[in-house]
């Protein structure tokens, strides 16, 4: 019990000490009957009545009956509050205390049959007395209950609280970096070790840097294939990173190396290797007899870096107004198949509706001659795809002088590639929405 429960039981033996005060008083024969009743009360209270102590109590009371003074009550009520302390001490639930309290209190209780006891009392001056004590007794017994109470409640939240050590510990979900964002930043590493800076321009771009000064004026039948997202004549969400080639070659005298990492967008239909976002990277190299052996060579290096020295790299001919000449390159990978990456994507609604029979830039064509050899045609039937993942070629001179740069002391390369398309590869999935459905489960089991 604590210190202040204490200090009230003190308080209840000096209440009982006074009881016995009062009831030490002679009196006549015929309040004799309502004292020892109300003796029995008191006894009651102080849980004297208990079957092991119920020899003792009717001496007691024969006693204080014939002679309230009488040696045997005066020692018991020197520490008259022992029984009731332990009980509730004992009590380790607040439904034991409420229990206590209904014994005691109660309608029914002790406390309440001595204040009815106490008006038996014939004589008002000890029938007042009686009274206040008997009130203050229940009074105090009260402030008890309250504070055995308020310490159970106590010790419960802190048990709640309470940590036990013994126990195995919490695991906590640590976060990831996207797929994505690990095979963008593998590739900035690598043309960052290679000597390229890497530089970031605004998604909301002008017409002008977008496609006028990339060779692509108003005029252009180039322009009819950028189906874009315009805000207004002349601003709109940029097609392609290629915008930064322009901005950088402005404000920045040659050499110039740079990549250009971003997000791009493009009405395209969506399917297995189209979305109307994506992201891609640009490279830019600028200086003097630069020519397309040195962008060839490191764009070997690169996919080599990427996909090991095994990996199959087919160079194709192929058209872009700020380049000339230009290529495409495509990696020939194994697939997992349309079904594995469904399973992958945990996306059965992907599977019915994927339209992988078309399979844009993902073609099951035989090998060019650029890339002829045995392993082509794997064992099982499973052809060998391909997929385009990159455009370049040696900048358009056009180009450089409308970023201010002389095309007859200075030469070029650039280059633009799909993120989405190099992690398809590195992970053998065959369908580009699954990078973007949030799926964690298909998140989690990629490397």
């Known amino acids: 019990?604590?210190?202040?429960?204490?200090?009230?039981?003190?308080?209840?033996?000096?209440?009982?000490?006074?009881?016995?005060?009062?009831?030490?008083?002679?009196?006549t024969k015929t309040a004799a009957a309502t004292k020892s009743a109300y003796v029995t009360a008191v006894m009651s209270v102080l849980g004297m009545t208990t079957p092991e102590k119920e020899l003792q109590a009717q001496n007691i009371r024969s006693k204080i009956t014939a002679e309230p003074t009488h040696a045997l009550f005066l020692e018991y009520s020197k520490n008259p509050t022992t029984t009731l302390k332990s009980r509730f001490a004992a009590a380790a639930t607040t439904a034991t205390v409420d229990a206590l309290r209904n014994e005691l209190i109660g309608r029914k209780g002790h406390v309440t049959a001595l204040l009815h006891t106490v008006g038996q009392f014939s004589d008002h001056v000890l029938r007042k007395r009686l009274g206040q004590v008997t009130n203050q007794l229940k009074k105090t017994l009260q402030e008890i209950i309250d504070a055995k109470r308020a310490s159970l409640t106590k010790e419960s939240k802190s048990l709640r609280k309470k940590i036990d050590v013994t126990l195995p510990g919490y695991r906590h979900e640590l976060g990831t970096t996207h797929p994505l964002t690990r095979v963008s930043n593998e590739i900035l590493q690598f043309f960052n070790r290679c000597g390229f800076v890497t530089v970031r321009g605004p998604e909301l771009e002008s017409d002008y840097y977008n496609f006028e000064a990339l060779n692509m004026p108003a005029h252009h039948p180039a322009r009819a294939t950028q189906d874009s997202f315009y805000l207004n004549p002349k601003t709109l969400l940029r097609t392609q990173t290629s915008n930064m080639q322009i901005r950088v070659a402005e404000t920045t005298q040659p050499p110039i190396a740079i990549v250009s990492p971003g997000r791009v967008y493009r009405r395209d239909t969506i399917d297995a290797t189209h979305s109307y976002t994506f992201h891609q990277i640009e490279g830019m190299y600028i200086d003097r007899h630069v020519s397309f052996s040195e962008l060839k060579g490191i764009l070997i290096a690169f996919c080599h870096h990427m996909f090991g020295t095994g990996i199959k790299i087919r160079f194709r001919p192929d058209y872009f107004p700020f380049t000339e000449p230009s290529c495409e390159i495509s990696i020939g990978f194994q697939l997992k198949g349309k079904q594995e990456a469904t399973k992958k994507s945990g996306s059965a609604q992907a599977t019915e509706n994927s339209p992988q029979s078309k399979n844009h830039q993902l073609d099951d064509q035989q090998p060019t001659q650029h890339s002829d050899h045995p392993s082509d045609h794997q064992s099982h039937h499973q052809p060998i795809k391909w997929l385009e993942v990159l455009g370049a070629g040696l900048m358009n001179p056009i180009v450089l002088e409308n970023s201010g740069i002389d095309p007859k002391q200075y030469s070029g390369f650039a280059f633009g590639m799909g993120v989405e398309r190099f992690a398809m590869i590195k992970h053998a999935i065959d369908d580009i929405r699954v990078f973007h459905e949030n799926d964690v489960n298909f998140l989690n089991q990629l490397p």
């Open 1 to 27: 019990m604590s210190a202040v429960t204490d200090k009230v039981f003190e308080r209840l033996a000096e209440i009982i000490q006074e009881l016995v005060a009062i009831l030490s008083i002679p009196a």
